[in-house]
């Protein structure tokens, strides 16, 4: 809410010997006086608009002065104005500029305006300040601002009109806030919930808010101790197979050092045998014109030491099934689009000879000429037994 | 002659005089560059400073995790007072009975830590294998976030593992080796009795040499 003004704005200049107000003013705090504005209606001065107004202004705050009405009142004071000669303006829209101009150089031939120049320095206190100030004001053409209340405003209604839910009461509003807290509450819980599942599907058990993990002990001992035995044997085993392996190799190589020359190189050439078998059957399948693509062996884990299949899709977002694509876009890298790449794939798929239904290879009565004639397709004295 | 915790700061920064381990200056065992950041974290400027065993141990006490950097490469407070335990070199007695806290067990993370540093190999097995044992819980704090783990996995990540808590581990033999050398005895589970019940029920003729095995050796 704007602050009301209880007492209008007033210049606080003094100027002794002026008319002050029309009806004696009692002393109020800061206006000693009220200067120019207790300018009487009836002057020799041309009335404009301006001038006017001020002269209203200045009336209706003598009248103002001594009470505490609203401005709305004022304005309304204003409305009528008691000379009733043209019309209050409201805001600076509605002053007319070219009729104010008229008015102006009018004015300025009949008033003598030798002294109009100065402006208002405080310390001034002429008796001509006041036609100074008169005709500074019809030089300057100064509004006084006039606070319009929001309702009356000509410019206020352009705007949305904002409307605040005042059906619901207090009580009412809480319930709705409690209501709508839980809910998002509720939500959040869920949400955690559901982080925390799937990272317990995750290998790791990894959660990333240190909170969440409670590291007291004792909190279920018999689900501990399970878990520990069973880590337990699990580590058990492992040293188990170490050892089996390391017996096997001993065994083997006591075998080999046993062994004739020729029955180790059986044994060896079958065990390559073995080896490439296994490697042709665990090879993936390249897909149609799908790019062999090696990451490269640094910056990476211990993980590729497992990949046994090369010909699995390196990048993920590669395209998987280029047959899906018109013919156009079945190209390989960035070919698509660009100029004199025309698609020649392979030399089989681009040989017209053996598999089309091309005329030229056809055999029947129409090309049998031709084919007799064409040279290097075969032989050359052909038998003409018949037989 | 300097004397003291922090006889080795002044001159070398970090490194140590004193004894060498494993044939080179105890700060060395951690790398230069992780030195390098455990040197400039907060953590060890302002609670590493004038630190003794005693002293040690009442920090080792306040730990909530262990780990080896997290976030942007910071090194944890358990990385740091494993760095000053090395600077320290307390006697083994000291670290010994670091070891038998019960109550502590943040604090026996550390002690563990680094008797697999600095213990020769046979110790490192005699110690840390009753480790095994102990499924007390441990917070692991890493690159991706923390981590729940037990006693018994984070010693048998020190006895298997080439590489914890960011720290390349010094090499140890495998058990195998050291039991031919006649330095270890084939290891005896904490399971025991249990153990030989559920291999009771198995087939496997070599499982159940080997259980004849251990169970001679049990006996003895």
């Given at each position: 809410?704007?602050?009301?003004?209880?007492?209008?704005?007033?210049?606080?200049?003094?100027?002794?010997?002026?008319?002050?107000?029309?009806?004696?003013?009692?002393?109020?705090?800061?206006?000693?006086?009220?200067?120019?504005?207790?300018?009487?209606?009836?002057?020799?001065?041309?009335?404009?608009?301006?001038?006017?107004?001020?002269?209203?202004?200045?009336?209706?705050?003598?009248?103002?002065?001594?009470?505490?009405?609203?401005?709305?009142?004022?304005?309304?004071?204003?409305?009528?104005?008691?000379?009733?000669?043209?019309?209050?303006?409201?805001?600076?829209?509605?002053?007319?500029?070219?009729?104010?101009?008229?008015?102006?150089?009018?004015?300025?031939?009949?008033?003598?305006?030798?002294?109009?120049?100065?402006?208002?320095?405080?310390?001034?206190?002429?008796?001509?300040?006041?036609?100074?100030?008169?005709?500074?004001?019809?030089?300057?053409?100064?509004?006084?601002?006039?606070?319009?209340?929001?309702?009356?405003?000509?410019?206020?209604?352009?705007?949305?009109?904002?409307?605040?839910?005042?059906?619901?009461?207090?009580?009412?509003?809480?319930?709705?806030?409690?209501?709508?807290?839980?809910?998002?509450?509720?939500?959040?819980?869920?949400?955690?919930?559901?982080?925390?599942?799937?990272?317990?599907?995750?290998?790791?058990?990894?959660?990333?808010?240190?909170?969440?993990?409670?590291?007291?002990?004792?909190?279920?001992?018999?689900?501990?101790?399970?878990?520990?035995?069973?880590?337990?044997?699990?580590?058990?085993?492992?040293?188990?197979?170490?050892?089996?392996?390391?017996?096997?190799?001993?065994?083997?190589?006591?075998?080999?050092?046993?062994?004739?020359?020729?029955?180790?190189?059986?044994?060896?050439?079958?065990?390559?045998?073995?080896?490439?078998?296994?490697?042709?059957?665990?090879?993936?399948?390249?897909?149609?014109?799908?790019?062999?693509?090696?990451?490269?062996?640094?910056?990476?884990?211990?993980?590729?030491?497992?990949?046994?299949?090369?010909?699995?899709?390196?990048?993920?977002?590669?395209?998987?099934?280029?047959?899906?694509?018109?013919?156009?876009?079945?190209?390989?890298?960035?070919?698509?689009?660009?100029?004199?790449?025309?698609?020649?794939?392979?030399?089989?798929?681009?040989?017209?000879?053996?598999?089309?239904?091309?005329?030229?290879?056809?055999?029947?009565?129409?090309?049998?000429?031709?084919?007799?004639?064409?040279?290097?397709?075969?032989?050359?004295?052909?038998?003409?037994?018949?037989? | 002659?300097?004397?003291?915790?922090?006889?080795?700061?002044?001159?070398?920064?970090?490194?140590?005089?004193?004894?060498?381990?494993?044939?080179?200056?105890?700060?060395?065992?951690i790398?230069?560059?992780?030195?390098?950041?455990i040197?400039?974290s907060?953590y060890w400027?302002?609670q590493c400073?004038?630190l003794?065993a005693?002293t040690l141990c009442d920090r080792a006490v306040e730990l909530t995790y262990i780990g080896?950097?997290?976030?942007?490469?910071?090194p944890t407070p358990f990385l740091c007072l494993a760095f000053k335990v090395i600077q320290l070199?307390p006697?083994?007695?000291?670290?010994?009975?670091y070891?038998?806290?019960?109550?502590f067990?943040y604090l026996?993370a550390l002690a563990?830590f680094y008797?697999?540093?600095?213990?020769?190999?046979?110790?490192?097995?005699?110690?840390?294998?009753?480790?095994?044992?102990?499924?007390?819980?441990?917070?692991?704090?890493?690159?991706?976030?923390?981590?729940?783990?037990?006693?018994?996995?984070?010693?048998?990540?020190?006895?298997?593992?080439?590489?914890?808590c960011?720290?390349?581990?010094?090499?140890?033999?495998?058990?195998?080796?050291?039991?031919?050398?006649?330095?270890?005895?084939?290891?005896?589970?904490?399971?025991?009795?249990?153990?030989?019940?559920?291999?009771?029920?198995?087939?496997?003729?070599?499982?159940?040499?080997?259980?004849?095995?251990?169970?001679?050796?049990?006996?003895?």
């Open positions: 809410m704007p602050p009301k003004l209880t007492q209008p704005l007033k210049r606080t200049r003094y100027f002794p010997g002026k008319r002050t107000s029309r009806s004696p003013s009692p002393s109020s705090s800061s206006d000693s006086e009220s200067g120019p504005q207790g300018e009487d209606e009836p002057r020799t001065v041309k009335t404009e608009d301006v001038t006017e107004l001020i002269s209203e202004i200045g009336e209706s705050a003598s009248e103002a002065q001594n009470s505490d009405i609203d401005l709305d009142n004022q304005v309304s004071a204003r409305k009528q104005p008691p000379g009733g000669t043209k019309p209050v303006v409201r805001s600076l829209k509605e002053v007319n500029l070219n009729e104010r101009f008229k008015e102006e150089t009018a004015s300025v031939e009949s008033e003598d305006e030798e002294s109009e120049e100065e402006h208002e320095s405080v310390d001034e206190s002429e008796s001509e300040s006041d036609v100074e100030s008169e005709s500074e004001e019809e030089n300057k053409v100064l509004l006084r601002p006039v606070f319009v209340p929001r309702n009356k405003r000509a410019t206020n209604e352009a705007k949305p009109q904002f409307t605040y839910d005042t059906t619901a009461d207090d009580e009412g509003r809480k319930e709705k806030k409690k209501e709508e807290t839980l809910a998002m509450i509720e939500q959040q819980i869920r949400a955690e919930a559901a982080a925390h599942a799937t990272a317990s599907l995750h290998e790791d058990n990894i959660i990333a808010n240190a909170e969440d993990i409670d590291d007291t002990d004792d909190v279920d001992p018999l689900a501990e101790r399970a878990a520990w035995k069973l880590r337990e044997l699990k580590r058990i085993k492992r040293e188990r197979d170490e050892l089996e392996q390391r017996e096997r190799e001993l065994q083997e190589i006591e075998m080999r050092r046993n062994m004739d020359e020729n029955e180790r190189l059986k044994e060896d050439l079958a065990r390559v045998r073995q080896q490439q078998e296994e490697k042709t059957k665990n090879r993936g399948k390249m897909g149609f014109m799908q790019k062999y693509y090696h990451k490269g062996a640094f910056y990476q884990d211990m993980d590729i030491l497992n990949r046994t299949d090369y010909n699995a899709e390196a990048l993920e977002d590669d395209i998987r099934d280029k047959t899906a694509l018109p013919k156009i876009m079945q190209v390989r890298g960035d070919q698509f689009g660009k100029r004199g790449r025309s698609k020649w794939t392979h030399l089989l798929n681009e040989d017209t000879s053996q598999n089309t239904d091309s005329p030229w290879f056809r055999k029947d009565r129409v090309n049998k000429r031709t084919q007799e004639k064409l040279g290097g397709l075969h032989d050359a004295y052909p038998s003409k037994r018949k037989k | 002659m300097e004397t003291g915790p922090e006889r080795g700061i002044t001159l070398e920064r970090g490194l140590v005089k004193g004894p060498e381990i494993h044939s080179q200056n105890p700060a060395r065992l790398e230069k560059i992780i030195r390098e950041r040197l400039d907060p400027k302002e400073f004038g003794t005693a080896g950097q997290f976030g942007q490469q910071r070199q006697e083994k007695e000291i670290i010994l009975e070891l038998a806290a019960e109550d067990k026996r563990a008797i697999r540093l600095t213990f020769p190999a046979a110790d490192v097995y005699k110690l840390l294998e009753p480790l095994l044992a102990d499924y007390h819980r441990l917070k692991l704090r890493s690159m991706n976030g923390f981590r729940l783990i037990h006693i018994d996995e984070f010693a048998d990540m020190l006895l298997t593992e080439e590489r914890v960011n720290i390349a581990l010094p090499r140890l033999p495998k058990r195998i080796v050291l039991e031919d050398m006649e330095e270890l005895e084939p290891r005896e589970s904490a399971l025991g009795s249990e153990l030989s019940d559920l291999e009771g029920d198995s087939d496997d003729t070599s499982e159940v040499e080997r259980k004849n095995g251990i169970n001679s050796k049990e006996g003895q």
